[in-house]
């Protein structure tokens, strides 16, 4: 699994066969604006976004969390935290089902309270029936 987290806005998600450096640097290069700041953990499969257009900030979780510049991924964190909590209820998922579910934790998050989903999902059925 991989996500990536726009500051103040929506997650992505997807599933992957490995997470190398040839996996993970061409979807952060679709997902990601050049010049864009980009935080991540200490992962090695990271290290030539250093040299990639994008300013990088690490956070070595092994030192701190954040740091007074503001610098952490407690955002992402925070992502994958709701969607394990989700994702427990069900003890145990098929493994060829488990990106549906993912996505789900995805829109979960994207589309907020759960009076805004129920809201979102009323539209949508609304534009599909016309």
Not at 15 to 22: E, T
Not at 23 to 35: A, G, R, S
Not at 45 to 58: C, E, K, M, P, T
Not at 78 to 89: D, I, S, T, V, Y
């Amino acid at each position: 699994m991989f996500g990536i987290l726009k500051r103040g806005g929506r997650v992505y998600t997807t599933m992957l066969p490995n997470v190398s450096r040839n996996t993970l640097v061409p979807i952060i290069n679709t997902k990601v604006t050049l010049d864009s700041v980009v935080y991540t953990d200490g992962y090695f499969a990271y290290d030539n976004l250093d040299v990639s257009g994008f300013r990088h900030r690490r956070i070595n979780h092994q030192q701190h969390y954040a740091d007074r510049q503001g610098n952490h991924i407690n955002g992402i964190e925070n992502f994958w935290n709701q969607a394990k909590r989700h994702l427990r209820k069900y003890n145990g998922i098929p493994k060829h089902h488990f990106h549906l579910f993912l996505k789900e934790c995805e829109w979960r998050f994207n589309y907020g309270s759960p009076a805004k989903l129920f809201s979102t999902l009323k539209s949508w059925i609304k534009l599909a029936n016309k």
